[in-house]
């Protein structure tokens, strides 16, 4: 028997709400949770200029479990004093993810000296001035710069722009781990990175193709327009190797009746392997073309290449397409029919889709769905890559990433005075570590994240990160990857959350909508800096402030002017301070059948099925319903109904064919390391394919890039497991005192 499950949403979130409400204080939550901040979770884009708890649309109130996990985190309080005179580096090294988020605000600079055993407080003068020298000693290009997804667009943007003066084009970010693939691919097919469709869209849509996502958990906030999609007859075609519960019923916050009766989620749920989406998505479309529902006029007169795609769709036998992808023929014509019958469908996906070796052909392979069914450039039709950190996007667009477009780099030259900027492409995240590992970095800037725990091979990327001989980190809260992850000699620099910021921000939301975040003041006491004035100092030291006036661009103002300069269709940030102008980035959305290619037509691609490995078990690393990324907030996964984070989650099958039971302790293996004491746990997925949570279990995999998006494989591992020793079944599990 599978565990119990729970529906997603409902009266467990309101009563967690209310429980950390009552952690930081009710009336402080609710003001910071109102403030006229963009969400710091994901990338949906709430909140903003309309205030907190708003969507995009207007809509008021959305509330969501996430962005209140996220606050109060944040509002917990200061790391104390002495707390790194009282934890010795090998201490530290011990923590798990929730012990070292739960720590506190790191509030003041610190600094791991070569051969310490601890780290100690440093002013930040000193701090300043080492990184700078520090900077100054290195080659540029032995330097690296990495940005997660949640600083803003201005920090963002200073430091690829500084690090660029500087002589370094390594500036890569987190996309490169998430959904780089969709962005490679979706510019080979329809040319544009990101979402066709905004949030109004889906309330015009009548079907939604929901792939490799779990929203349920990590984008709560659209399970409102799904349930409403279904409430209204409309279609939610689930594809997931794992039945989630949260997909099936979810119980919209928002909404009474929801609460009292649950929302159904999915019309239809498809369960494919792990990795078995090309062969599903071939599938699809030989169906449609044998049924001869395929648009044809509308491929004759928007796009390019569909013979061949749709060639090798008839060419790939049904046998090979219902044993890779493991779905059955009714279930392909099932979906094929209702992709033909529906009026305007929107393709939405996520890790699940990009987190493979083929994680473009992934993508390719759904817009030559969303293209052969006609269900793109019009109104409630297009393709939405459901993004992962709130401003991910906008660091990208803003340019943080190892190349720069030529006309982006001559207008960043002409308006630093004349300078000369680099034209080698950086590294990319993985290459950076590559690089790492070879000794060939001495220099690496974090901009928030955990570069460590993010990587497949934790034991490989520790030993590369351990070889740079300064690491500078600029956090709001300790995580394991900087004590695992940390150089020679390693900063750690404390920085406001967005809704402290003393200045206003700006973050891109997945629908290409810019938001300005006001700021706010501090959650906690301490010596915290604006990310852009850090930034800014560093800069000034290392280069001077000819021809750059580093010192002036602390202003946001300055830094989104030459944004809007600099940066095409952000025009209209240079004035949003003044403004309050909120706008969607021109040319992204797709409401006609123009595409921003040469042409103006899309372009179909020939996807051909990997080969898969039928004789290993397939491990997806995935996401529990209580943690944000490496950040874990909550030991259990209620949702899913698994009590713990070293448990794997099986099909009954995979468990009685080997031998095992639910609850037993095994070992499972990977290519690259192994974990002990894993507490099997059955639950309704797809035979072949098993399921352990990230960061922990990125001891096991191993670096399998897809070349086209450098992204690892990190839904498609092959992993063994086997029973343990008797005795060692009674052993305790590594944080069982935590939990
Ligand atoms: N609460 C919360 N919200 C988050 C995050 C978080 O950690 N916590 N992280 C943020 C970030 S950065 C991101 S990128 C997103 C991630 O959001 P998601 O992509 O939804 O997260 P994951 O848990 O990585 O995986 C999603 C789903 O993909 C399915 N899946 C795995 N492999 C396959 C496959 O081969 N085929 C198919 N069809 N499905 C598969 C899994 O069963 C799982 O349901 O969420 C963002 N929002
Ligand atoms: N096995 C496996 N590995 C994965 C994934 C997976 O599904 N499976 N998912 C991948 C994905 S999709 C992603 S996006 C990456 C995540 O990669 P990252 O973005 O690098 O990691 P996070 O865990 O989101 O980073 C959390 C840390 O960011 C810091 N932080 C939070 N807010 C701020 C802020 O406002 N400013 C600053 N400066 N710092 C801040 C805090 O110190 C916090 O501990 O991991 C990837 N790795
Ligand atoms: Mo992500």
């Not at 430091?159 to 998430?178: E, P, Q």
């Not at 648009?295 to 090979?320: C, M, N, P």
């Not at 269709?569 to 309050?580: A, C, P």
């Not at 944000?628 to 995979?654: K, Q, S, W």
């Amino acid at each position: 028997m599978a565990r119990k499950t729970l529906p997603g949403g409902g009266w467990q979130a309101i009563r967690y709400t209310l429980k950390k409400a009552w952690q930081v204080g009710p009336w402080r939550l609710w003001k910071r949770m109102r403030s006229r901040n963009a969400c710091k979770t994901c990338a949906l884009g709430m909140g903003g200029m309309n205030g907190g708890m708003v969507n995009e649309a207007g809509h008021f109130p959305e509330v969501c479990k996430k962005s209140l996990q996220a606050q109060v985190a944040d509002m917990i309080g200061a790391l104390p004093a002495d707390y790194f005179d009282k934890h010795t580096l090998e201490d530290l090294k011990q923590l798990t993810p929730k012990q070292a988020e739960d720590a506190g605000r790191i509030s003041y600079p610190v600094i791991l000296e070569p051969g310490a055993t601890k780290f100690r407080t440093i002013s930040w003068n000193d701090a300043l001035t080492l990184i700078a020298e520090r900077m100054k000693e290195t080659p540029p290009d032995q330097a690296a710069f990495y940005a997660s997804g949640r600083s803003s667009n201005e920090a963002a943007f200073l430091l690829h722009s500084f690090a660029r003066v500087y002589g370094s084009n390594h500036t890569m970010n987190c996309s490169y781990y998430c959904h780089q693939a969709s962005g490679v691919g979706l510019k080979m097919a329809l040319g544009t990175g990101t979402a066709t469709v905004d949030l109004e869209d889906l309330s015009h849509a009548d079907l939604v193709f929901l792939i490799g996502a779990n929203p349920a958990s990590n984008h709560p906030r659209l399970m409102t327009q799904l349930a409403n999609l279904h409430a209204r007859g409309g279609e939610v075609i689930v594809v997931n190797p794992i039945r989630e519960s949260g997909l099936e019923t979810f119980f919209v916050p928002s909404q009474v009746k929801s609460m009292l009766m649950g929302s159904k989620i999915a019309t239809q749920y498809v369960q494919p392997k792990a990795g078995g989406d090309v062969a599903f998505l071939v599938g699809v479309l030989k169906q449609l073309d044998e049924q001869q529902l395929v648009k044809t006029d509308f491929l004759a007169a928007h796009t390019e290449g569909q013979e061949d795609a749709i060639h090798y769709a008839r060419e790939v036998s049904w046998e090979r397409i219902t044993t890779d992808s493991g779905v059955d023929r009714a279930t392909i014509s099932a979906s094929a029919e209702k992709l033909a019958n529906a009026k305007a469908a929107i393709f939405a996906w996520a890790m699940g889709i990009t987190h493979h070796r083929w994680g473009v052909e992934n993508v390719l392979a759904l817009c030559n769905l969303a293209l052969a069914t006609g269900h793109i450039g019009r109104k409630g039709a297009g393709v939405m890559p459901i993004r992962g950190h709130s401003n991910v996007q906008g660091i990208g667009s803003i340019g943080f990433a190892p190349s720069l477009q030529d006309g982006v780099r001559q207008a960043l030259e002409k308006a630093y005075g004349g300078v000369v900027l680099p034209t080698t492409p950086g590294y990319d995240t993985y290459e950076m570590i590559e690089a790492a590992d070879e000794e060939n970095l001495q220099f690496l800037f974090n901009l928030g994240g955990n570069l460590w725990g993010s990587n497949p091979d934790l034991e490989l990327a520790k030993r590369a990160m351990n070889n740079v001989k300064t690491t500078v980190f600029l956090s709001t809260k300790l995580n394991p990857g900087h004590f695992h992850g940390h150089g020679k000699t390693t900063l750690i620099l404390p920085v406001f959350a967005r809704d402290e910021e003393p200045q206003s921000t700006t973050q891109e939301s997945m629908f290409n909508f810019v938001r300005l975040s006001e700021g706010g003041t501090p959650n906690v006491e301490g010596t915290l800096r604006a990310e852009s004035d850090i930034i800014c100092d560093i800069a000034d030291r290392v280069l001077s402030s000819h021809p750059v006036d580093w010192q002036r661009l602390k202003n946001h103002n300055e830094v989104r002017k030459l944004i809007s300069e600099i940066i095409p269709g952000w025009e209209q940030i240079g004035t949003i301070n003044d403004t309050k102008g909120e706008f969607t980035i021109p040319g992204r959305l797709y409401h006609s059948p123009k595409f921003n290619t040469a042409n103006g037509k899309a372009l179909m691609h020939k996807t051909e099925l990997p080969e898969l490995d039928a004789d290993t078990l397939t491990l997806m690393t995935i996401r529990s319903e209580g943690q944000f990324n490496t950040v874990v907030y909550e030991e259990y996964d209620l949702y899913r109904g698994i009590p713990h984070r070293f448990c794997v989650m099986m099909a009954e099958a995979d468990i009685k064919r080997l031998n095992l039971k639910d609850g037993q302790r095994v070992t499972v293996s990977g290519e690259a390391g192994s974990l002990d004491n894993i507490e099997v746990v059955a639950g309704n997925i797809k035979d072949g394919v098993v399921a352990m949570f990230y960061p922990e279990s990125n001891v096991l995999i191993k670096a399998n890039i897809d070349p086209r998006s450098r992204t690892p494989a990190f839904k498609s591992a092959p992993v063994w497991i086997r029973p343990m020793g008797a005795s060692a079944q009674h052993t305790k599990l590594p944080d069982e005192s935590s939990r």
